[in-house]
């Protein structure tokens, strides 16, 4: 019985351990899968980390604070303006007026408590009265502070009862395409409107002669939005919406903000000196491409050329040579010449520039001081600037300034007359000037039905009167 009862046991382990040994060594390991989805796809790399982490940031992004924010804090312009219409047979027997009043709307958007507000200068040009409308429909009376045609940016200013929300600047520099942006706004006097985009492009020139330098949007704006804030997620503004580009006049895909650099410059400067200050670089030239790299046999296709350097500017004061290619100024890339001028823009005479430019394929940085804006181009004349002394004595005379180049349309009939660059012009509209200031400010007084009157110094020394009509 003991011998039977040894058997078994020993036939059992034999075949537990037969049985452990082909599992172990002999058998194919095959894992139970239980409900697990294959999310890899054919079309899409295995590692899916970076585009999960878009998708969670698409979800986590929020505009309801930044659109709290700021709708509090932009505001409904109105513009009163008188046009002349054609005197009716009524008016003529009544002696009524023929002007009749027109309402012009757009936005604006506060910038501190005490109620200075920024909007365009096209919203509020030739107003005869402006008023502005707060989100809680209190309307206010608005002063005009100062106003920049050229960078379409005005200030204005009310008299409110208690501190009023105001939206605070971001460094528009820093913003980056693609960033999310909100542009609110008055819409079609549809009030406190919001609409969110990205920032499509940024140092955007739309003129054609590289003076403008806007961020480019395709947040939704429509008339009534220029002067409203376009601004980031933070609810910092980034831009002043301006412009759109259409064929109806409508929305169509992408609209135009001033930089907030810019837009805050501008109105620093009105509220500290009563107008701009402009600093110049003191370059004259133009963008590179291929076939302009090509021309003038240089192998790089972006940056800004160095066709000229301008007499006693900052830039030859600093080294910089015709030829030269500037590649960044301020640690920021320069393409294309807006790049260069948007961020000259947002800068006073005095002011430092730190450029990185390209000479004979060698870099170079170079410091350059920013000098005040001692040029301007004069109606019919062509371009001027202060004279220096020795330009003054040349020609025998104690003021003036000096012609540097000639219109091209009128350069045939002012050689005819003596009249060359390096002439000195001593008055204008019988007003002497003795600086550009004073040419402009003899020609801002000169209505358009006035003659333009000229006393012009002519390369014989000889003293010369015009008047053109």
């Known amino acids: 019985m003991k011998k039977i009862i040894t058997l078994v046991l020993v036939s059992a382990l034999g075949g537990i351990f037969t049985l452990g040994a082909y599992k172990l060594f002999l058998e194919e390991e095959k894992p139970v899968i239980v409900a697990q989805e294959n999310t890899n796809s054919a079309f899409l790399p295995t590692n899916n980390s970076h585009i999960n982490a878009l998708f969670k940031a698409e979800e986590t992004i929020d505009f309801t604070v930044a659109a709290e924010n700021t709708v509090n804090a932009v505001v409904h312009v109105k513009n009163v303006t008188l046009s002349s219409g054609q005197y009716t047979l009524q008016d003529l027997f009544s002696g009524r007026s023929s002007e009749r009043a027109q309402m012009g709307t757009g936005s604006g958007v506060i910038i501190n408590s005490d109620g200075y507000i920024i909007t365009n200068n096209h919203v509020i040009k030739n107003a005869h009265e402006l008023s502005v409308t707060l989100n809680n429909n209190k309307t206010y009376t608005a002063e005009l502070i100062g106003a920049d045609p050229k960078t379409d940016i005005a200030l204005l200013k009310i008299e409110a009862d208690e501190d009023l929300p105001f939206v605070t600047f971001a460094d528009s520099d820093n913003a980056k395409i693609g960033e999310w942006v909100l542009a609110v706004g008055n819409p079609f006097n549809l009030t406190s409107t919001v609409t969110a985009g990205i920032i499509s492009a940024k140092s955007r020139d739309l003129s054609g002669t590289s003076r403008q330098s806007f961020i480019q949007t395709d947040a939704a704006v429509n008339p009534g939005n220029s002067g409203g804030a376009l601004v980031n997620t933070n609810g910092e503004l980034v831009g002043i919406n301006t412009a759109i580009t259409s064929q ?194 003899a020609l801002k007084s000169q209505s358009d039905n006035d003659s333009l009157r000229l006393e012009i110094i002519n390369s014989n020394g000889d003293l010369e009167r015009y008047n053109f009509r």
């Open 248 to 441: 109806t006049g409508s929305y169509v895909g992408y609209s135009f903000a001033v930089p907030s650099n810019i837009a805050r410059k501008v109105i620093e400067d009105i509220m500290e000196y009563g107008n701009v200050q402009n600093g110049i670089l003191g370059i004259q030239g133009g963008a590179l491409n291929s076939m302009m790299a090509k021309e003038i046999g240089v192998t790089d296709t972006e940056g800004v050329y160095i066709d000229s350097v301008v007499e006693d500017s900052g830039a030859e004061k600093a080294g910089i040579k015709k030829g030269d290619i500037i590649k960044e100024i301020d640690n920021i890339k320069v393409s294309k010449f807006s790049d260069l001028t948007g961020h000259l823009s947002a800068k006073r005479p005095d002011d430092v520039v730190n450029l990185k430019v390209s000479r004979n394929g060698d870099m170079k940085s170079i410091a350059v001081t920013l000098a005040k804006n001692d040029t301007f181009t004069m109606p019919l004349v062509g371009r001027i600037k202060n004279a220096k002394s020795a330009d003054l004595k040349k020609y025998n005379v104690t003021y003036g300034v000096k012609i540097t180049e000639l219109n091209s349309k009128y350069a045939d009939y002012w050689k005819k007359n003596g009249i060359e660059a390096g002439c000195i012009i001593t008055s204008i509209n019988d007003m002497k000037v003795k600086s550009v200031d004073d040419v402009q400010t």
